[in-house]
């Protein structure tokens, strides 16, 4: 049998981000996308939500795409709720698209059309709120 | 929006008495009497109570720079500085290293690790001692290791079973024993009942059930993801012994004969100090051991229904067949 190794993510010398899995293996470096789209729906999973758009290109047709975004379960606790990506906002990502080249991406950078990060765009820390006591 | 300046600014008065305080609470644990009031909790049975809910979300390296030497402790005021750096100058780009190219920017979706509540200490390394790193790999496991990464290369996408068994939902890397921040979600609850202890990890949805009533291990033929484990109280801290583990994990390079062994102990109200030994002969010329706060946090632990929504597997594969079609067609 096969043994699955597990990446050594922590023996860098600060304590890395280690997202569930590589990204650079599902999204290609080389398909960079830019998209202005409408917000369809979100679906709050783990271990990625994914945020589905309406794009329409020059000539008027509308695509579908679906963007990946981060554990629902911190965005929760941060206060994003349904309603703070209601369907119909417009949001734009740039980013890279799959690598079997279907419609889906990742956003390196996503925001709301006016320019607002879709969260909170700079650090907030401590967020986990304080302890009960 | 005002909630994270709120935060920010909470932070920023309360960063550095928490670090200080948690260092305090250290050097109190060693030398009786305490100077505070605080009493340790205790559960019916008159064990230490260490349930609720806590992080081990760290920004402490496991290892220490090579260029601190023997030094094992920040001073307050060096702990204060290294901290102010790790949360105002550097990003979740930063801190995502040679991932960035192709990644989200973390903090975008409250993934960036100091965005939530992170147990400080003053330790400069998480490992202890005057050499505060992982000791050499024997030279069985340096060709282990090489043997299961020729194993592995130009098959790392052929299917699912290929894939890190983090990828595929069925523990996560830092899960252990022994628990590692994993980055963000890095939240455990602790239950306890007559005869039992368990520690759920957010990440990645388990609950280890670990007997505190004298029972032996599982016999060496049953064999665990998450491995054996045993508990049992020396003072006021429970020991938690774990063995049994399979050849499907391994810690920093370990086998399945890794043994580990965790100690818990409650040191003021917020804190818990968890430290834990791991010893694997075949691995390490000796064992070594490591030292972290868990810091009390709000719970509750939401799900992480890993596998259920887990495109990103489905994704990966099909982006490597559609690799292997343009390589086919050239």
Known sequence: ?133 | MRRAQSFRRVLASSLFVLAVGFADAQQAAKSAPPATTWVVPRTADGHPDLQGYWTNASITPLQRPVELGAKEFYTAEEAAAVDQKEFTERTSWDRLGNQARVHYDMSQFGLDVIQAKVALSRRTSLIIGPEGRIPAMTAEAQKRQAARAAQRRGHEFDSAQDRPIQERCIVWATEGPPMMSSGYNSNLEIVQGPGYVSVLEEMIHDARMIPTDGRPHLPASIRQYLGDSRGRWEGDTLVVDTTNFTDKTSFMGSTENLHVVERFTRIDADTILYEFTVDDPATWAKSWTAQMPLTKIAGPIFEYACHEGNLGMPNTLSGARAADEAKGAK
């Open chain 1, 1 to 133: 049998m096969r043994r699955a190794v597990w990446l050594s993510l922590l023996l860098v010398a600060r304590m890395p981000l280690s997202a569930h899995h590589a990204f650079a293996a599902e999204f290609d470096i080389n398909r960079p996308i830019k998209l202005r789209g409408t917000v369809t729906k979100m679906d709050w999973i783990n271990p990625h939500s994914w945020i589905h758009i309406d794009v329409k290109g020059p000539d008027g047709k509308v695509t579908s795409w679906m963007i990946e975004g981060g554990s629902p379960n911190v965005l929760l606790r941060m206060g994003f709720t349904k309603d703070a990506l209601p369907a119909g906002a417009e949001i734009v990502l740039e980013g890279f698209q799959a690598k079997d080249g279907s419609n889906r991406g990742v956003g390196k950078t996503l925001s709301f059309a006016d320019g607002r990060k879709l969260f909170l765009g700079s650090s907030a820390p401590g967020a986990n709120g304080e302890p009960d006591k």
